[in-house]
């Protein structure tokens, strides 16, 4: 399988050598060096220097004859913006698209995506920090700002910079199935092989960017144990404020009131457990901190729409097209 991948001057070069490689680790664990062939493509066949300052060369150009691809990846990166009025890069997307199996982007290069009108009616998702602007320029794309990548019938989109090898092994796993994508996460030593659905902003990364205070350090003793008394009430008295003070300060530091933000905590962890054990519900509930199994449930319900039972289901399955509908 051919995979091509999209490149430009000032790309972030993790949204390129993170997928490439693991497509190229794929090929190892498969013992086939041509399992899948990698190739970049530039909107002009010269020197691109990236946003790190790394300089490389392009296999090709868009002018260039580039055919049999499998799948089109478009990367990112800050200067993108500027690429998105190239007509000639729109139109041989819109072209490649009439041909490829598989069309995706990887962090901002959605906004080239979405330039030629291919994501209009479709679910998508980019970086974090660019979601807004998606959905602003591109009102009829169904944007997904918490999501790791979705899949929208044959179209990919990622989050930002790593996400793209989340992306990548999901294709490897679409390929070649699910022991061989957790072979090459293994080798790669990925924390875990993320689903789409998971949230690409955690409350981990919400508490490291807060600036140090007692109520970054109230979120940190949350995170480390979400079986203990988090009530309000416990909470405001170890930051030594009175409720309404800890409430309103915490709000303000964290986008969430005190309750919230205990309650995805625990289902964040909740999700972890059912993706990657078969640790019955009860126990669950009582290792995350909800007062029962219904509890869990609620707040499943309350926080992503689905059942654990069915997260589970979804998540743990071997077959795509479950994770399409999450």
Known sequence: ????????????????????????????????????????????????????????????????????IDTLLVAGGPRVSEYEENAELTEWIMEQSRYVRRLGSVCSGVFLLARTGLLTGRRATTHWNSAARLAQMYPNVRVEPDHI??????????????????????????????????????????????????????????????????LRDIQESILNDLSADLSVEVLASRAGMSIRNFSRMFKRATGATPGDFVEIARVQAARRILEESDTPLKKVAYLCGFSDQNSLRRAFMRRIHVSPTEYRHRFRSEDPALLEAV
């Open 1 to 68: 399988m051919r995979i091509a991948l999209l490149v430009f001057p000032g790309i972030q070069m993790l949204d390129l050598v993170g997928p490439m490689d693991v497509f190229s680790e794929a090929n190892c664990q498969l013992g086939d060096p041509n399992a899948y062939v990698l190739q970049t493509v530039a909107p002009v066949n010269e020197m691109i220097v990236a946003s790190n300052g790394l300089r490389f060369l392009p296999d090709a150009s868009i002018s260039e004859a580039v055919t049999d």
């Open 149 to 214: 990548f979705v899949k929208d019938g044959s179209v990919y989109t990622s989050a930002g910079v790593t996400a793209g090898m989340d992306l990548a092994l999901a294709l490897v796993e679409e390929d070649h199935g699910r022991s061989v994508a957790l072979r090459v996460a293994r080798e790669l030593v990925m924390f875990v092989k993320r689903p789409g659905g998971q949230s690409q902003y955690s409350l981990h990364l919400a508490a490291q960017v807060t600036e140090r205070s007692p």
